[in-house]
């Protein structure tokens, strides 16, 4: 709000955030690009799991992104997160290849790149928006990956809307960063919803419970094996914060 004789803006009313994050720091967001790489770095299941299962838990739209398509092919990981509804998209950076669709995601909405070091988020964003000159640089060979050459979260009036870029960050921060209650995870993994409630126990953890339909479903190939697994692991960290807290 500008004052009467219109010289210092004020804050006028805060309104309520419809969802935030502590890591990278964000709030209203209206959908998140995860930025993986089919090589240096090697995607990890267990962190993109981490990431989707906040991304669903906060009602914010994920997609995922699959850079240097042109050194590695994605491989069967895209159809794990495919077949549970997630949108997946294949970019080379170098040619621009698969970025339309990047493009039409963000567009007017609320949006952060985010994922590992190195995976190329700069990248893809000076590909979408090459007036922006992001610094990209080389994954440092010594130690095979990025080298957190974005320093800070910066917000972009682009597209319609806002798009930010991130700071790349190690497995270890994630760990220390996301977490969901254990009571509230199965929740936050879409593809348990058809099976969770026809369990035998109401409070069922999914995890050796008698009469679980969401291992059945693991079982009988309905939830991917990789994606349950990764349940179990936020699962077991939940559990160890709760009881240390
Ligand atoms: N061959 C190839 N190289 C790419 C591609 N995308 C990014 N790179 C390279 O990967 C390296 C890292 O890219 P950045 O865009 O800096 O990665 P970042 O995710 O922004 O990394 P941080 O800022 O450290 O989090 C750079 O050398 C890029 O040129 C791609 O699609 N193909
Ligand atoms: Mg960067
Ligand atoms: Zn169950």
Redesign the pocket.
């Known amino acids: 709000m500008v004052t009467e004789d219109n010289t210092d803006p004020v804050i006028a009313e805060i309104y309520e955030r419809k969802n935030f994050l502590i890591r990278p720091p964000l709030a209203n967001l209206d959908g998140i690009v995860f930025?993986n790489?089919c090589i240096e770095p090697l995607p990890n299941r267990f962190v993109l799991d981490k990431l989707v299962a906040i991304a669903d838990s906060k009602g914010i739209e994920p997609l995922v992104v699959f850079?240097?398509?042109?050194?590695k092919d994605a491989g069967d990981i895209i159809d794990v997160y495919r077949s549970i509804g997630i949108e997946v998209c294949l970019?080379?950076?170098?040619t621009g290849e698969g970025a339309e669709r990047v493009m039409e995601f963000i567009g007017g909405k609320v949006t952060a790149f985010v994922?590992n070091?190195?995976?190329?988020?700069?990248?893809?964003m000076n590909v979408l928006f090459p007036e922006l000159s992001l610094e990209?640089?080389?994954?440092s060979k010594k130690l095979g990956r990025?080298?957190?050459?974005?320093r800070q979260v910066e917000m972009y009036k682009l597209a319609g809307g806002y798009v930010a870029d991130t700071?790349?960050f190690s497995t270890v921060e994630t760990e220390r960063y996301c977490r969901i209650p254990k009571g509230e995870l199965d929740h936050a993994f879409r593809e348990f919803g058809e099976f969770m409630h026809d369990c035998q126990f109401a409070d069922c953890a999914h995890i050796k419970e008698k009469g679980c339909r969401v291992r059945q479903a693991v079982e009988d190939g309905r939830i991917p094996r990789s994606r349950y697994d990764s349940y179990i692991r936020m699962y077991e960290e939940a559990s160890k914060i709760n009881d240390w807290e």
């Open positions: 930025v790489s850079t240097k398509t042109d050194l970019v080379n950076n170098m994922g070091s190195g995976v190329g988020k700069s990248s893809l990209t640089a080389h994954i990025g080298r957190h050459t974005t700071p790349g």
